[in-house]
């Protein structure tokens, strides 16, 4: 706001000493109509080594962070979102980027990119959704695109249903056969079924394509075993998705 309060009950001569409450008035209603913040977002790093959190946002939406950051063991990082964002986070693992900008990461990849400015993350890559003020704020951890490193989302200061969601279990030590994606012999990064067979009864698409056809199949239900609250498959919603209102968010990794 180009100007404040103090300036409006400073100067009698702009709007009379008897129109201070007034004053008072009209900057209370500015303040409810110039828009707010609608969450602020606050990724901590607890993994033993470096993350890097890769910011994608929904259609029509705004960038934050330019996408991408680097994120020391133990350090934490606090993001302001607009009303009504919707987008997604995720971690990469095993990043080396240039002076430009310009590397690859092992997991979780935005195209070489350190700032991935709009473009998502190659799966495998845990995510953590969210879609804010629809009324309320819709949010949850999904497995869908895999997974490679744990993730939780914690809201506080909100009001309804709030709940802490979480994947904390190391999948990549109990990956399902078929699924590993290893370097140097160590499992860094565990895929989706989809991902890995590029079948429409893993993908939900096709003959699969509404929540009626395509069910859990061997490969989610480890996966849902493994991370409970954690979205498994596509149209694994009644357990996976929640919601809270007006709340602040802590993503942490590990």
Known sequence: ???????????PFFLGT?????????????VVFSGTDAAVFTLYNKCSDMVWPGIQPGAG??????????????????????????????????????????????TGDCGGLLQCAGAGGTPPATLAEFTLDSPLDFYDVSLVDGYNVPVSVSPSGG???CQTVK?????????????????????????????????????CTGAYGTPQTCK???????????????????????????TCKNANYSIRFC
């Open 159 to 161: 009001s309804g249903a």
């Open 167 to 203: 994947c904390i279990s190391d999948l990549n030590r109990q990956c399902p056969g078929g699924l590993e994606v290893k370097r140097n012999g160590t499992t860094v990064a565990c895929k989706s079924a989809c991902l890995a067979f590029d079948k429409p009864e893993y993908c």
């Open 1 to 11: 706001m180009e100007f404040s309060l103090f300036f409006l009950l400073d100067f």
């Open 61 to 106: 939406k705004p960038q934050l962070m330019n996408g991408g950051f680097p994120l020391k063991p133990g350090e934490t990082v606090t993001i302001n979102a607009p009303a009504g964002w919707s987008g997604r986070f995720w971690g990469r693992r095993g990043c080396s980027f240039d002076l430009s900008g310009k590397g690859a990461c092992i």
């Open 18 to 30: 008897k129109h201070k409450s007034l004053a008072l008035s009209l900057f209370l209603l500015m």
């Open 216 to 242: 859990p199949t061997v490969y989610s239900k480890a996966f849902k075993l493994a991370c409970p609250m954690a979205y498994s498959y596509a149209y694994d919603d009644p357990t996976s998705t929640f």
